[in-house]
């Protein structure tokens, strides 16, 4: 029988984190978005928490990064190989302690963005960490699912379901794949995630487990939050929920980051749901508006009293599409 995956608020080993690499991809974000992983680094790297092993995927961008990062205790420069940097989503989940790590197929969300090397991600990462991989053949990406260390995984129907995902899967199908790869005993479905989402509505983005039997969501900010009504279905839909030990599950409200556009005010999944359980700290994306992350982060106090809550910028790196979390993954104790 498989074990549960360990929550992420679990000790950890390390944290492995995607270095952005190609300037092909970022464009003039290229710059400030390896100034917000920076921080990111700086912040994980902290005494007493991570140890850091920070993958580049491009031989060019490696003495940058190591230069970027000399005499940083606890930061691991790796030379490594991916066509962008969400390595919860193309690495390797790991098991209980990280003896071993359970690898997926991954098809570029959906063969949106198929770039090279992505696929070779999880290989990278069993090898370096010593993990060995155990293979699933079927698509899931990691961000897609949350879990409780006890057997409760929350998604999304609009991803895990979606047929450019898996063919002819159905909820019964999903659960028996998770249940015998990640240990799932009771999965939590929600419906969709996030307008403009192009993950196709990964639950990292839209609800997340902070303790067990509680999950955070959001509530939307201001006039004119896009994902107003998405928020409040999902809060609903927990309300009415048990988790794997048939406890009820309570909802923690927390502020979204309102509405965030591009350059041509097309909303974006800009998510305070994205931040990062490390060791002794808990890293919160902010976009702009330092009001709702501020309460944000008030809120995850009260779950996390015992660790630092940070806010750091994160407006670059969603401008690639995601957040801390899609960027990182955690090695369990």
Known sequence: MT???????????????????????????????????????????GPGRERVRLLVGKPEALDGARARFAGVAGVEVIDGRFGDIWLRDTGPIFGEASRTAAAFRFNGWGGKYELEHDDTVADQIGQTSGAPLTRNDFILEGGAVDHDG???ILTTRQCVLNPNRNTGWTEEKAEAALAGSLGARKVLWLGEGLLNDHTDGHVDNL???????????????????????????????????????????????????????????KPVPASHMNFLIANGAVIVPTYGDDRPADLACQG????????????????????????????????PA
């Open 150 to 152: 006890q057997g409760t």
């Open 3 to 45: 074990l549960p995956i360990p929550a992420e608020w679990a000790p950890h080993r390390a944290m492995w984190v995607g270095w952005p690499s190609h300037a092909e991809l970022w464009e003039a974000n290229l710059e400030p978005a390896q100034a917000e992983v920076e921080a990111l680094v700086r912040a994980l790297a």
């Open 300 to 331: 995850l106090k009260t779950i996390f009293p015992d660790r630092e809550i940070i806010p750091l910028p994160s407006i670059a790196i969603l401008s690639g599409g995601g957040s801390f979390h899609c960027i990182t993954q955690q090695e």
């Open 207 to 265: 609800a997340r487990f902070v303790a067990p039997g509680v999950v955070a969501c959001p509530v939307a900010w201001g006039k004119g939050d896009p994902n107003d009504a998405v928020y409040d279905t999902v809060a609903r839909t927990l309300s009415q929920m048990t988790d794997a030990a048939g406890a009820p599950i309570r909802v923690l409200r927390l502020p979204s980051p309102g509405f965030v556009g591009d350059e041509d005010e």
